[in-house]
């Protein structure tokens, strides 16, 4: 989608450290992260928010939810880490192309908001 940040950094047109690739999933790090480890996941097709998940084809779905569990191993997160995908406004969603934040490498807390 044009004038969509993620896109273009999937496109390659915006520098990120890429963390992960499959065919329909972009992994790569937070540019500001709230933790040690700080990635988002983001599909490879432009869907808006998790309100809109439901647009992606199934295949998309589950490389999206399989990829998670890889990139937490391959970071070493075996402690435990949380995913957050924050969705429109009262999230403070910033950037509107569904994406998942994988954060780990440090106790959090225990309020989740
Ligand atoms: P959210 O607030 O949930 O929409 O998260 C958007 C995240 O995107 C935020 O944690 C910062 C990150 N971000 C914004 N611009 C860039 C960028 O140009 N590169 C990278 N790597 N991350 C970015």
Request: with cysteine; hydrophobic share 40%.
């Amino acid at each position: 989608m044009e004038n969509c940040l993620f896109c273009k950094i999937i496109a390659g047109d915006i520098p990120s450290t890429k963390v992960y690739e499959d065919g329909f999933c972009y992994a790569f790090r937070d540019i500001n992260p709230q933790a040690p480890t700080h990635i988002l996941v983001v599909p490879k097709q432009h869907v808006a928010s998790i309100a809109e998940m439901g647009k992606l084809p199934d295949d998309a779905l589950c490389a999206i939810m399989r990829a998670i569990g890889k990139i937490a191993a391959q970071e070493g997160l075996e402690n435990g880490f949380r995913v957050v995908s924050n969705c429109g406004p009262d999230a403070c969603q910033s950037v509107p192309h569904l994406h998942f934040h994988i954060l780990g490498g440090r106790q959090m807390g225990d309020q989740m908001a």
